[in-house]
């Protein structure tokens, strides 16, 4: 099959690749322009570009694809099928409608459940004990088209957002494959997603990352594990803002926020609203990321201090 691809992140490398390993041709890709990145703001081609441009795959980058922008590509590549991974842009119709095989989308969560723009991270944040992917045929709406396939697997204890989010796009990348494998053999007008069940995966910003000590061990560790790797978990000691990177939920009573336990051989302990959460990494402000254990063996927290928020 003719295959237009349209993605930006590194969640759709792997889907990208898998096709690009198959009998299908990628006739295009479409990805989001090129933006600045880092404290010098280089501009910088997303991943996905890199990828297809590796392969000489031609790459168009529009602002919009409202008013029949792609019309012209569209009629010039003449894709049996559009595959879209994280793209970033809404469809209009005329896109929706052009190819034969119609327009499918790889969605990082168990639709209907976390349709949006961050589904891995709120799987963990919300405390799910199981996250997914889920192939469906795109409609106007916000990843609110019928399921085709779906895949579920299992949320480590203690896995990150980061950790999660590689692992369902290689998940994704696989299911992909099935998917135009099973519609190569027959149409799947898809399943009819339950609304009752519908939730959304708003995106994550920095204000959210502040931690409420008041919360669960449990729920802070979610919290810390879902914003894992960006944009990090915060607290403050003395003012300063400190990231927390990884902790472990213990037994601990104490007031929320307050130091129960420090030293250089367990690190830190901190109570919390029900139960205490041992910091295992962390980031003091102007310094590097390093364990608690680390950070102790050369600065002193008393027993009793208190973070805030």
Same mark, same amino acid.
């Given at each position: 099959?003719?295959?237009?691809f349209m993605g930006?992140?590194d969640?759709?490398?792997?889907?990208?690749?898998?096709?690009l390993?198959?009998?299908?041709?990628?006739?295009?890709?479409?990805? *989001?322009p090129?933006?600045? *990145?880092g404290?010098k703001?280089?501009?910088?081609?997303?991943?996905?570009k890199m990828?297809?441009?590796?392969h000489?795959?031609p790459?168009?980058?529009?602002?919009?694809?409202?008013?029949?922008?792609?019309?012209?590509?569209l009629?010039?590549t003449?894709?049996d099928?559009?595959?879209?991974?994280?793209?970033?842009k809404?469809?209009?119709?005329?896109?929706l409608?052009?190819?034969?095989?119609g327009?499918i989308?790889?969605h990082?969560?168990?639709?209907?459940r976390?349709?949006?723009a961050?589904?891995?991270q709120?799987?963990?944040?919300?405390?799910?004990?199981?996250?997914?992917?889920?192939?469906?045929?795109?409609?106007?709406?916000?990843?609110?088209?019928?399921?085709l396939?779906?895949k579920?697997t299992?949320?480590?204890?203690?896995e990150t957002?980061?950790?999660?989010?590689?692992?369902?796009?290689?998940?994704?990348?696989?299911?992909?494959?099935d998917?135009?494998a %099973?519609l190569?053999?027959?149409?799947?007008?898809?399943?009819p997603q339950?609304?009752?069940?519908?939730?959304?995966?708003?995106?994550?910003?920095?204000?959210m990352?502040?931690?409420?000590?008041r919360?669960?061990?449990?729920e802070?560790?979610?919290?810390?594990?879902?914003?894992?790797?960006?944009?990090?978990a915060?607290t403050?000691?003395?003012?300063?803002?400190?990231?927390?990177?990884t902790?472990?939920?213990?037994?601990?009573n104490g007031?929320?926020?307050?130091v129960?336990?420090?030293?250089?051989k367990?690190?830190?302990?901190i109570a919390?609203?029900?139960?205490?959460?041992?910091?295992? %990494?962390?980031q003091?402000v102007?310094?590097k990321?390093?364990?608690?254990?680390?950070?102790?063996?050369?600065?002193?927290?008393p027993?009793?201090?208190?973070?805030?928020?």
């Open positions: 099959m003719k295959i237009l930006t992140p969640f759709a490398v792997p889907s990208l690749q898998a096709l390993d198959s009998k299908h041709q990628v006739v295009g890709v479409l990805t *989001q090129d933006k600045p *990145q404290r703001q280089v501009l910088t081609p997303p991943p996905v990828l297809a441009s590796a000489n795959i790459v168009y980058q529009p602002d919009t694809l409202k008013n029949g922008a792609i019309s012209d590509l009629k010039q003449k894709p099928l559009i595959v879209v991974v994280a793209y970033g809404i469809l209009p119709r005329y896109v409608d052009f190819p034969p095989k327009c989308n790889v990082g969560s168990l639709l209907p976390w349709r949006g961050a589904p891995i709120w799987s963990i944040i919300a405390g799910d004990r199981d996250a997914g992917v889920t192939t469906m045929r795109m409609s106007e709406g916000l990843d609110t088209g019928n399921i396939l779906s579920k299992e949320i480590g204890a203690q957002a980061g950790a999660l989010f590689d692992r369902l796009a290689d998940m994704g990348a696989s299911l992909l494959l998917t135009i %099973e190569e053999q027959h149409d799947m007008p898809g399943i339950d609304e009752s069940q519908a939730c959304y995966a708003s995106m994550l910003d920095k204000q990352a502040y931690i409420d000590w919360k669960s061990a449990q802070i560790n979610c919290l810390i594990r879902g914003l894992n790797p960006w944009p990090v915060l403050t000691l003395d003012g300063a803002r400190v990231k927390i990177f902790a472990v939920p213990e037994l601990g007031l929320p926020g307050s129960l336990e420090s030293d250089a367990h690190g830190l302990l919390c609203g029900t139960g205490a959460l041992r910091i295992l %990494e962390l003091m102007g310094g990321r390093m364990s608690a254990c680390d950070y102790l063996r050369g600065h002193t927290i027993v009793g201090t208190c973070f805030g928020n």
